[in-house]
């Protein structure tokens, strides 16, 4: 989810797109900019709900995109997929 900068720490796991870097390249830009839109949408002001709704589809369109294998999604996003964790604000499904 968007403004959740500390999970790559914590998890110790890569993520697709880190929402607060801004990359000096305009290459590097332009890939962190495809990667913001292809998950949270283009209108920064939308960004967490988008988020919220996303489904399956698009879930499974990300995993075979970017090659991840777990998606952490709000609870209160619908998913049909395999919750390995959840808690009161977030769910962490597997992707393989």
Known sequence: PPHLEEFRLVSE???IVDFKVDPY??????????RISDIYG?????FENNFKKIDDSKI?????????SYAVLFTETNSSLNVIY???????????
């Open 25 to 34: 390249h305009d290459f590097a830009r332009e890939e962190w900019y495809k």
């Open 13 to 15: 796991r890569a993520v």
């Open 86 to 96: 959840e808690n009161k604000k977030y769910k962490i499904v597997s992707l393989d």
């Open 60 to 68: 499974i369109y990300l995993k075979n995109k970017y090659k991840i």
């Open 42 to 46: 283009e209108s920064p002001q939308e």
